[in-house]
Structures are given as structure tokens and as C-alpha cells.
């Protein structure tokens, strides 16, 4: 019975840790998007002509079916 608690223990220490660092790794990904935050606006920028042609070629493809 020791050795069930034991599994325990250790299966919510990894889960803890796992918690951890995904909270630690959110803040560093937030801090990164606050501090670089023109140079994303230019890429979401640049890539909206580029999705607007890939809707246009979808729309298309399903006007032929």
C-alpha cells in the first residue's frame, strides 16, 4: 500500500512541475509578444494579403464542385 502512495506522490509532483512550467513558459510568451509587439503587428500585416489570396483560391476550388 505504501508503494500506491508512493506512485501517487511522485504522478503529483510531475503534474505540479508540468503546471509550473507551463505557467512560466505563458508569462515568458506574453512578455515576449508585449515587447516585440511592432514587429509582430508587421507580420500579421504581411500575411493578410497572403491569406486573402489562399480564401479567394478555396473559394474558388469549391465554386468548381
Known amino acids: 500500500m505504501a508503494e500506491q502512495e508512493g506512485k501517487k506522490c511522485c504522478s503529483a509532483a510531475?503534474?505540479?512541475?508540468?503546471?509550473?512550467v507551463g505557467v512560466v513558459l505563458i508569462i515568458l510568451g506574453l512578455?515576449?509578444?508585449?515587447?516585440?509587439i511592432q514587429p509582430l503587428l508587421t507580420v500579421?500585416?504581411?500575411?493578410?494579403?497572403?491569406?486573402l489570396i489562399m480564401a479567394g483560391a478555396?473559394?474558388?476550388?469549391?465554386?468548381?464542385e
Open 44 to 51: 500579421i500585416k504581411g500575411c493578410v494579403g497572403l491569406f
Open 58 to 64: 478555396i473559394a474558388i476550388a469549391i465554386a468548381k
Open 31 to 36: 512578455l515576449a509578444v508585449i515587447s516585440w
Open 14 to 20: 510531475k503534474a505540479g512541475s508540468k503546471v509550473i
